[in-house]
Nanobody, 127 residues
């Protein structure tokens, strides 16, 4: 079991930047995939980015490529999501997640592949 706590959300002007953090407690094994998802009001929770803990390999939704960067600090047991050039459509609750099974690159984009979730952090974008 992995407990996840997100932080770093807030109100940001369009065009600005924001860094989200996800602190994990419990052992994270090298084969785990750590993911970020987001959910806007009235919409489904959708994949944003993922990183394989041991290799550091990263994967992104097409809609955020080039603007979002996922990273991890193994010593701190923390995953980060850097968001640049924020757009109004980026406004959502952002959730950190951990998958304890080995995932393929298609499967890691699916919400039900992840078995541990944080409470989420709100990102609001003003235009």
């Amino acid at each position: 079991q992995v407990q996840l706590v997100e932080s770093g959300g807030g109100l940001v002007q369009a065009g600005g930047s924001l860094s989200l953090s996800c602190a994990a407690s419990g052992r994270i094994n090298y084969w785990y995939t750590m993911g970020w998802f987001r959910q806007a009001p009235g919409e489904e929770r959708v994949f944003v980015a993922a990183i394989v803990w041991g290799t550091g390999s990263t994967y992104y939704a097409d809609s955020v490529k080039g603007r979002f960067t996922i990273s991890r600090d193994i010593a701190k047991n923390t995953v980060y999501l850097r968001i640049n050039s924020l757009k109004p459509e980026d406004a959502a609750v952002y959730y950190c997640s951990a998958a304890t099974r080995i995932l393929g690159t298609t499967r890691m984009r699916m919400r039900d592949a992840y078995d541990n979730w944080g409470q989420g952090t709100q990102v609001t974008v003003s235009s």
